[in-house]
Structures are given as C-alpha cells and as structure tokens.
C-alpha cells in the first residue's frame, strides 16, 4: 500500500510533487512551532486537520486523486477566513508566518475546490494508476 502510495505521488507532475514536498506539508506543519503564540492552537488544529483527514482518503484510494481537496475545504477555509479578517494578534516571525500560511492555503483551495467538484462529477482517477 505505501509503494502504492508513494508510486501515485511520483506520477503527480513535477510541480505539484514540488508544491506538496516543499511548501504545502511544510508550512501546514510549521504551525506546530507556534502553538504557544496567541491562536496558535486553533491555526494549528485547522492547518494539520485538513492533512490528517486525507490520510484515510489516500488509503483507500491507495494514492492521490482529486478527492483528496475535499478534507481541505471546511478547515482551510475556516483558517483562510480567520488569518484574512481575524487574524490573532502577531508581530515578527508569528505574523510573516500567519501571511505565509494564509497565501499557501489560499492557493491550495483556488486548486482544491475545482478538483472536488470535479471527483464528484465523475473524475475519479488515482495519478498513476490505469483504469
């Protein structure tokens, strides 16, 4: 199952391998570094909720699909909308983080809703698996 898995990551193009390796898992999971600032808590919770509710997906998928934007939707929007209207309280490195993670979960919805509606509408292809 896990060279299922990590076959199926490595059939995604280069850019979007690129793009969850290196900037969404890592930022997502750097919240975790600010747990103890003001809201940290909360903006870690909705960051990783989002990634952890995929694990099942990619499970029984045994890889990557487009369903994989739906356990995104619901806490990244609500983080989303809280880093842009009611941002908690940050100064220095906490603020240019809570930026930084607000336009990495912003640009992963723009991609994220599309490709659930998408999967819903019938596209249920595994990235590197024929059908």
């Known amino acids: 199952m896990i060279r299922d898995i990590w076959s199926s990551f490595r059939a995604l193009p280069a850019w979007?391998?690129?793009?969850?390796?290196?900037?969404?898992?890592?930022?997502?999971?750097?919240?975790?570094?600010?747990?103890?600032?003001?809201?940290?808590?909360?903006?870690a919770g909705l960051a990783n909720l989002a990634m952890m509710l995929n694990?099942?997906?990619?499970?029984?998928?045994?890889g990557f699909s487009k369903l994989m934007?739906?356990?995104?939707?619901?806490?990244?929007?609500?983080?989303v909308?809280?880093?842009?209207?009611?941002?908690?309280p940050a100064d220095g490195l906490y603020d240019s983080f809570l930026t930084l993670l607000l336009v990495t979960n912003t640009v992963s919805l723009l991609?994220?809703?599309?490709?659930?509606?998408?999967?819903?509408?019938?596209d249920?292809?595994?990235?590197?698996?024929r059908t």
């Open 69 to 79: 934007g739906l356990p995104h939707l619901i806490p990244w929007t609500i983080l």
């Open 111 to 122: 991609f994220d809703y599309p490709d659930t509606l998408r999967w819903f509408r019938g």
């Open 16 to 43: 979007v391998q690129i793009w969850v390796a290196f900037v969404l898992a890592p930022v997502n999971m750097a919240t975790l570094l600010f747990i103890n600032q003001p809201g940290g808590l909360l903006v």
């Open 81 to 88: 909308y809280i880093l842009a209207f009611n941002r908690p």
């Open 124 to 129: 249920r292809a595994v990235a590197g698996r």
């Open 55 to 62: 694990m099942p997906v990619m499970l029984k998928e045994r």
